[in-house]
């Protein structure tokens, strides 16, 4: 029985409390309340949590497959580690993928998909990057509208199982970015995304590619860089900050 199958025959009730921790501890490893390579001890969190082993470790395993957990050989679950080559394996994950995914969504999107594409980049542009309580990572708003600008030049592919594919790669990324704490003050994303809105938008898939390859690219090399240069951090220097 697959996962899918197997969470969709269990008492809803469970079910429920099931997602429930799973987005609390998806909210709170992102926050960093967790430490790279720290052990998610189900015992300890059913105790936090107020919730059986069962509903954790069902929690746990939705971790793993979100990128947000690794599963250890002895069976236990622990935040990922931090390293510079977990994020340049997912940064080609990416560079192989998304950019054939793009391919697809300018040659398939509608109308409707462009008018996404024009509203998602106009919020994106529009939202602050860091905000006087963030200073040190991106704002959770403009975390979220870049997600949804990403997204959003994809959907046009049509394909919920590439999508879902983003959608793991994309938190674990995440995550690899709200630890660096990393900034480029000489690099110009605003300037990379409009160049992405406008070649989907004229159709231009091959460029729309290039650019996003090229995008990603850069990023992947500022996640090394912070992570050569000690400036990626455990949890513990910075919770509470997204």
């Known amino acids: 029985m697959t996962r899918t ?10 079910q429920m409390l099931s997602e429930q921790v799973h987005a609390r501890l998806r909210d709170a490893i992102m926050r960093g309340d967790h430490a790279p390579g720290e052990a998610l001890k189900p015992q300890d ?17 939705r971790l793993v497959g979100d990128g947000l957990a690794d599963r250890l050989h002895n069976r236990g679950f622990a935040v990922p580690a931090f ?4 994020w340049q394996e997912i940064a080609e ?15 398939r999107g509608d109308v409707d998909w462009e008018a996404r594409v024009r509203a998602a980049h106009h919020r994106l542009a529009r939202t602050p990057a ?6 040190t990572h991106y704002s959770e708003a403009w975390s979220e509208a870049h997600r949804v600008f990403h997204r959003t030049l994809l ?15 994309w938190t674990a990324s995440e995550l690899a970015r709200r630890w660096s704490a990393h ?44 992570a050569q240069h000690g400036t990626g951090r455990g949890a513990t220097s910075h919770s509470g900050r997204a």
Do not use: W
């Open 45 to 61: 969190l059913a105790r936090e949590q107020g919730v059986s082993l069962a509903v954790v470790r069902e929690a746990l395993v």
């Open 93 to 107: 994950a990416r560079r192989t993928i998304e950019p054939v995914v793009l391919r697809l969504s300018v040659e």
């Open 155 to 169: 959907e046009g592919c049509g394909n919920p199982v590439l999508l879902e594919t983003f959608d793991r790669m």
């Open 130 to 135: 860091y905000t006087p309580e963030e200073t």
């Open 183 to 226: 900034r480029n003050p000489g690099r110009d994303g605003a300037a990379e995304h409009r160049r992405l809105e406008e070649a989907a938008l004229a159709r231009d898939a091959g460029t729309a590619a290039e650019v996003l390859i090229r995008h990603l690219t850069l990023t992947a090399t500022g996640l090394a860089d912070s």
């Open 5 to 14: 199958a197997a969470a969709s025959s269990a008492p809803p009730g469970k």
């Open 83 to 86: 390293s510079d080559r977990r």
